[in-house]
């Protein structure tokens, strides 16, 4: 078992699993923001759970933190080992001929959507934990002087989709998403070995996946755009 | 048929090396590859210039050692077929050919298109066999029972060559189709299962020190292998990895 991390299936197997955990977090991230288009009430109340429930706070969000921060670091790791193995570039290469755009090309995506991150942390993250650790106010409120005022977690993402630029950066974003999982969730299953005559199922549920979920934070984003510019 | 080639020179494994342009015409569509190849040399000796110097054997798709980077794909523009089954017909007059070496830091260059492929022989040598008594009372392989499908996938994995297509093809690299073929044939045979966890521990470390890259399941290598080795090989590799290193 020593040394696993050292060897090329290791590594593999190590991205696979903190991929499988991360799409895991995105389709309960997506459970909940569509719950903002359907039901504002409920959006804000399991939002209020999400950030201050202690275990959610305290144990499930330094995971996935790090879970991050490991699959962006050995995605550049591997980007450069990779590279290295190949000292003297082909003349002419047809990659197209043999593999697609995105199996080819998940540095890039995966860059546009840490670049994504940085946006989106800039956004909520950033102003939540302000909010909540510095400025110590965990009473989730618009105003928490005015008790019956609702809680302020709706009205936030509204106001962040007022702005034409920003919609369409989480748009754009979205799409290079969806580019990432049409390839990686398949390969997550791949890397830790589910890949024979009993998993020919996930191929197809992975592409659903891979388009679906992304569309779906798409239409989340749009909606709450067009609601602001529309009324 | 009249092309130009782009081919790559390199006088030894110090020398930088760079691409050279060869016009060449009446070309039949019903030669093979190599055969055009020959053309070209024949009329390179008789202006005594060098040669350009090639890997062949067989020239009937079964050795492997025919290597060649061919309008950026591993055997050509065709499938299921080494560069020896390749035939001009797949091209059109007046073509442009860039021909390579297949390129990888594992793979160095000897001369002009040969490279040494002796990291695959290595990689065999740490783990791709089983043990045998050979003293004379030998088992008779058929004796054991093995399920038909059990069977079709080890012999499957076991046609792999060897030719390294898969290296040239992987954006990484990697060895690791042909790695996982050389486990899967007899990870899923019974005479393979007594050196199972050594052999892939072995192997993938042998892979690891020989500079390949590592996959990321693009699945180029099982489109340009010539002998249609599956990717379900490597998932079958990592599998016994995993159980090997747990056990390790």
């Not at chain 1, 809680?151 to 993402?157: A, H, N, T």
């Not at chain 2, 492997?64 to 001009?88: F, K, V």
Request: proline share 3%; with cysteine.
């Amino acid at each position: 078992m020593s040394g696993i991390l050292n060897s090329s299936i290791g590594r593999k197997f190590a991205m696979a699993l903190s991929a499988l955990f991360l799409m895991f977090f995105l389709l309960q991230h997506f459970a909940i923001n569509i719950l903002s288009v359907f039901n504002p009430d409920t959006f804000n109340e399991v939002s209020h759970f999400m950030g201050t429930n202690p275990l959610v706070q305290y144990a499930l969000q330094p995971v996935l933190i790090l879970g991050v921060i490991f699959h962006f670091v050995m995605g550049f790791v591997l980007e450069i080992k990779n590279t290295k193995a190949r000292n003297i570039s082909y003349a002419k290469n047809n990659g197209a001929a043999n593999s697609t755009w995105m199996s080819r090309n998940m540095i890039w995506s995966g860059l546009a959507i840490l670049a994504f991150i940085g946006l989106h942390f800039y956004d909520f993250w950033f102003p939540e934990i302000n909010t909540k650790f510095i400025n110590g106010d965990m009473s989730g409120l618009i105003n928490p002087e005015v008790a019956d005022s609702g809680f302020r977690y709706y009205e936030e993402l509204q106001h962040k989709f007022y702005s034409h630029v920003r919609t369409i950066l989480y748009v754009i974003a979205f799409i290079f998403l969806a580019l990432h999982l049409l390839h990686g969730f398949n390969s997550a299953f791949q890397s830790v070995g589910a890949n024979n005559k009993y998993t020919k199922g996930l191929k197809g549920f992975g592409k659903a996946y891979a388009i679906l979920v992304p569309l779906g934070f798409v239409f989340i984003a749009v909606y709450h755009h067009l609601k602001y510019v529309l009324s | 048929m009249n092309l130009t080639l782009k081919i790559w020179r390199q006088k030894n494994a110090n020398d930088k090396g760079k691409m050279v342009d060869y016009q060449i015409s009446d070309v039949s569509p019903d030669m093979s590859f190599l055969e055009m190849l020959d053309v070209l040399n024949e009329s390179l000796v008789a202006k005594d210039d060098e040669p350009v110097a090639f890997d062949h054997d067989c020239r009937e798709g079964i050795c492997g050692m025919c290597s060649l980077y061919i309008n950026g794909e591993a055997h050509g523009p065709d499938r299921g077929i080494t560069t020896c089954q390749l035939h001009m017909r797949k091209f059109k007059d007046g073509d442009t050919i860039y021909i390579e070496p297949f390129r990888a830091k594992a793979f160095p260059v000897i001369k002009d298109l040969i490279v040494d492929r002796s990291s695959f022989d290595r990689i065999q040598h740490a783990g791709g066999f089983i043990s045998v008594n050979t003293s004379g009372n030998t088992i008779d392989a058929n004796a054991i029972p093995i399920n038909k499908h059990d069977a079709d996938d080890a012999f499957s994995a076991a046609t792999c060559i060897g030719c390294g297509a898969c290296v040239a093809t992987c954006k990484n690299s990697s060895a690791m189709l042909f790695v996982g073929a050389k486990v899967s044939q007899f990870a899923l045979l019974p005479q393979g299962q007594v050196e199972a966890t050594d052999r892939v521990l072995n192997m993938v470390k042998q892979m690891d020190e020989e500079g390949f890259g590592n996959c990321t399941n693009t699945g180029a290598c099982e489109v340009e292998c010539p002998k249609g080795i599956s990717l379900e090989n490597i998932a079958r590799m990592n599998q016994e990895y995993l159980k090997a290193s747990l056990k390790g």
